[in-house]
Each structure stands twice: as structure tokens, then as C-alpha cells.
């Protein structure tokens, strides 16, 4: 699966997508394929402040628990509640089926992030193959 | 990391395996197959029609001797006494406190001929305890380990695809026991109707050289095909052994952990006339009125998953135990727990709410009979929840 050129990627795996200073976070087709059959996704609250860098949540596969980070800093404006009933789109849709979305605080922040090349030039180095 | 890698175990299978584009992990230094399709899917395989596993880490020792039976006495708190030719026994050995070794299961290959399949990760140890505690008795002992391949043919759909490769009358073999006969075209396989799934299915010894493995394993699938057979790892194993409550070495059982708490007390025979090592300290434990703690399984009530070394705690927020095995579970659609608490809760006639420390949240789980999963008894053979090996 290819990694689409108009998001960013952080190191632990997550992409962001930006529209108009708004967020749309999700995780990468990589972190899907590691973490195996998601079952439970942990998102924030809608109000609450994600900070870079930090844990807003985590996602559950029948193996392992995992946190996820945020890619930048600003407040949750809505989250995806179909994976309440639906985790697993994560693993089917990775690079569609959306967590959260937040209003960015710093936009400058995206600059720091790796772009979709760069980002499956990590993963290969990562995973050796 | 590949001075790591080069490290690593691996069995005949290795290269069809990654051939297959299995996830692989270190598993006790192995480098086994944690998944090919999914964990999930693989789970169902083996709940609904039938899987396939590589369970070559497993080890294989063998004694014999005109004293072997003795030598097995002494290590095995089973009763290898009762067993016949041909008969399999799930046992444990213990340390003189009474805590685990390893769980084993113990075959009688002949009168003075047993063979002891043992956890891949406690191999050596294993090994070595078998070698000190036989010392005594006029007994040879050979790990014959690297000379197998073990493959496990697990399902409800598992007697119908081995019999297509082998002319054993299967349905003639019971559960916990074992015949040999031509599998594949080759001679004397060691064929047992164990396994460490809690479904019907069987376990198969075969050279160990990869050509033989690579076919026989080919064989199977192609046999399977109809049913749908799935390659299994790792994952599903453990999903699978923890549904059905099996203990899992370093989780359930440990070597601070002791046969009553495991609840395995029923597999402990005090009283087959030899002093097994452990058996005094279990007099103790029972004299002292049983151990404080018990392996309870827990059900979430609350969404979260228990993972495992999770702590415990009551409504007052006082910390009572901690979880050994946890994971959603694929078949029963629910998140299950194996835990360590206070004896008082291993009364499962009455569920107790208990709370799982998530991650600093307080899940609410409820106290539960094991095993979680039990499969409908088939008509042909009466098996019993018997748990078995990693």
C-alpha cells in the first residue's frame, strides 16, 4: 500500500492530513500490518487538547496494546465513532479511516514531520526489508 | 539487529514460513511464525474446521531403561504408573518448594521407553533437570529434540484431513493417545491426539530435515484445502490455549508459582506410592489449609483489555492481584483474563466484580468459571479439557 504524497507521518507511525489549519489523524498502513487484527481503539474526547509528541490514545489488536501520538499539538474537534463499532477499518482503510481530528495550535509543527517518501524510507530501514 | 537474528533458533520450516509472509518474533529464541493470515481468522480456523501449526521449538526427551518408569516417577508429579503403552499424561515438574519446572506431557512408548515433549523456552533447563533428577536410575536419557518436526493438525475438520494422508485408523485413536504409522509415505510416525488448542486434533513427529517438512507440511495443506485449513502461529495459539484455560509457562505457571495456585492439583499425585520432588512441600501447602492465592478467570464487563501484568484491584481500591494471560478473545467475542487473587475469589459460583488497572483507569471485570471455552463432546471419542503444552 502506497503512502499518499498530501499527508505527513511521524516516527511512531501516525499520519496527519491538513485542510484549512483542521488535522485528520489516523495510523499508518505500517503500524496496521505490525499491530495485526485492531479490536479497540481509545480515542480522545471531543474539547480535549492533544499536545505533540505526547499519548492521546491508544488502539488494541488481539495481540498488543499500543499507544498512539499525536503528530501535532491542538484541540479535538471531532472523532471517528465508527470505530467504537468498527476497529478493525483501521486495518481494511488504514489510510482512510480517520481517529480524531483537531484544530491546529501550531501549524509550524507539520513542518517537523516526515513527508510520504521520507516516511517509507524510515519504515524500510526499521523493518530491514 | 542482525547479529540478533543470526542468533536466533529456527526450525526445518523457517524459510516456508517467511515464504509464506508470516510475521515472525522471538519466541524463547526462536524464530517461529506469530501470524499468517491473522490471529483472528487463524482462531476460527481451528474453533470451526481446522489449522496448522509448526511446533518444532517444542523439545523431546526420551529415557530408557530398566528404570526408567522410576526415573520418571521421580520428576513427574503425574502418576506414570497408570499409563499404557501408547497412552499420553499431562504432568508437571516441580522444584523441591513446589513450584513449576515446566508442564510436560509424558508418553510410554514401551515398558522402559518414555518420551517427555517439554516448552520450547525452558528447553535446556528442562533438559538439564530431567538429566540430574534420572541420575539415580539405571536410565538412558537422549534429547532427541532437533530429530523431530512437530506438526499440530488442530480443529474439528483435523481427523478428516490426517486421514487422508495415513493409514492409521484415527478414529480409533483416543484423546491422549498415540500410535505410529505411515504418514505421507513415511514410516513409524509418531502420530498423538494432543494438542494445546482445546479443539479435537493431532500431533505428528516427522524427520526433521527440511525437504520432509516442506512436503509433509505441503501434503497437509493440500489435504486441508477443502476445509479450509489455515497456517497458524504463534498468536492464535495463544488466543486459542487461553480460551481453553491452559497454562502457558512463564504466565500461569512459573517457578513462583505452586501446583495448587495453578489449579493443577489434580494432575499432583501424592499418593502413587513414590516421593515425587515437590511432593512434600504440596503435603504442606495442603496441610496449611491450601495455597492464599488462585488462578481465577475473569471476564471484562467494562471495554478494556487485560493485558498481562496488569494489576488487580477491589472496590476499595486496594490492589488484590495481578493478571498472568489476557486477550480479547476471537471465538467467545469477549475480553478474557487468566489472574492471580486472593483464594476467596476463586469461588466462581459466585461472580465478584474485581477492577483491572488499564493504564491508570479502573476497568470493572467479573470472577468466571474456566475453562472459558469448552468444545462440544464429539460422539466417537470422550476428550476431556486436559490442558498440554505451549
Redesign the interface.
Known amino acids: 500500500m502506497s503512502y499518499p504524497d498530501t499527508y505527513r507521518y511521524t516516527r511512531e507511525h501516525e499520519w496527519i492530513h491538513v485542510e484549512n489549519g483542521v488535522g485528520t489523524v489516523g495510523i499508518t498502513d505500517h503500524a496496521q500490518s505490525t499491530l495485526g487484527d485492531i479490536v479497540f481503539v481509545e480515542a480522545p474526547k471531543v474539547g480535549a487538547s492533544v499536545e505533540k509528541s505526547k499519548v492521546f490514545g491508544s488502539v488494541e489488536s488481539v495481540k498488543a496494546v499500543s499507544d498512539l501520538y499525536a503528530p501535532a499539538s491542538g484541540e479535538v474537534t471531532s472523532v471517528n465513532d465508527e470505530l467504537a463499532t468498527a476497529p478493525e477499518s483501521l486495518n481494511t482503510d488504514p489510510h482512510g479511516a480517520w481517529i480524531m481530528r483537531i484544530q491546529l495550535s501550531s501549524p509550524a509543527e507539520i513542518d517537523g514531520l516526515l513527508s510520504a517518501a521520507d516516511y517509507e524510507k524510515f519504515v524500510s530501514e526499521e523493518t530491514g526489508h | 539487529m ?1 547479529a540478533t537474528e543470526t542468533a536466533l533458533r529456527k526450525t526445518a520450516l523457517n524459510a516456508l514460513h517467511r515464504s509464506l509472509k508470516a ?1 515472525m518474533v522471538d519466541f524463547g529464541g526462536w524464530d517461529m511464525p ?2 499468517y493470515a ?4 487463524e ?1 476460527m480456523a481451528v474453533r470451526t474446521g481446522v489449522g496448522l501449526f509448526d511446533v518444532s521449538h517444542m523439545g523431546d526427551i526420551q529415557l530408557r531403561g530398566p528404570q526408567s518408569l522410576d526415573a520418571v516417577q521421580k520428576f513427574s508429579m503425574n502418576d506414570a504408573s497408570k499409563l499404557q503403552i501408547g497412552q499420553a499424561q499431562y504432568s508437571a515438574m516441580l522444584y523441591p518448594q513446589g513450584t513449576f519446572v515446566d508442564d510436560i506431557i509424558v508418553h510410554k512408548l514401551s515398558d522402559n521407553d518414555y518420551l517427555i515433549v517439554i516448552n520450547a523456552g525452558t528447553r535446556e533447563k528442562d533438559h538439564q533437570w530431567i538429566r540430574q533428577q534420572a541420575q539415580p536410575f539405571k536410565c538412558h536419557v537422549s534429547d532427541y529434540s532437533d530429530h523431530y518436526t512437530q506438526l499440530a493438525i488442530q480443529g474439528p475438520r483435523a481427523a478428516e484431513v490426517l486421514q487422508k494422508l495415513t493409514d492409521l485408523p484415527l478414529s480409533e485413536i483416543k484423546n491422549y493417545w498415540f500410535r505410529w504409522g505411515k504418514v505421507c509415505g513415511l514410516y513409524n510416525v509418531m502420530v498423538a491426539r494432543t494438542g494445546y488448542t482445546g479443539e479435537d486434533g493431532f500431533e505428528i513427529y516427522i524427520p526433521s530435515d527440511e525437504a520432509t517438512s516442506v512436503r509433509v507440511w505441503n501434503e497437509i495443506m493440500e489435504a486441508g484445502r477443502e476445509f479450509g485449513i489455515q497456517p497458524c502461529g504463534l ?1 492464535a495459539r495463544n ?1 486459542l490455549r487461553l480460551e481453553s484455560a491452559m497454562a502457558l509457562y512463564g504466565h500461569e505457571i512459573s517457578d513462583t508459582i505452586n501446583v495448587y495456585e495453578a489449579n493443577l492439583g489434580r494432575y499432583a499425585k501424592l499418593d502413587k506410592g513414590v516421593d515425587f520432588t515437590g511432593a512434600e512441600a504440596l503435603r504442606k501447602v495442603q496441610e496449611g489449609g491450601g495455597p492464599d492465592r488462585r488462578l481465577v478467570g475473569l471476564e471484562m464487563i467494562d ?3 487485560a ?1 498481562d501484568g496488569y494489576p488487580l484491584f477491589d472496590a476499595d481500591g486496594k490492589q488484590i492481584g495481578e493478571v498472568v494471560s489476557g ?2 478473545a ?1 471465538f467467545l467475542k469477549k475480553n478474557i483474563a487468566l489472574a492471580y487473587l486472593p483464594t476467596a475469589f476463586a469461588d466462581v459460583s459466585t461472580p465478584r466484580e474485581v477492577y483491572v488497572g488499564i ?1 491508570g483507569t479502573m476497568v470493572k471485570a467479573l470472577t468466571t468459571p474456566t475453562p472459558f471455552y469448552k468444545r462440544a463432546k464429539a460422539a466417537t471419542t470422550a476428550p476431556t479439557a486436559t490442558p498440554s503444552l505451549s
Open positions: 542482525p510475521k506469530v501470524e491473522g490471529v483472528s481468522a482462531h498468536g488466543t471495554r478494556g483489555i493485558r486477550s480479547p476471537p493504564r
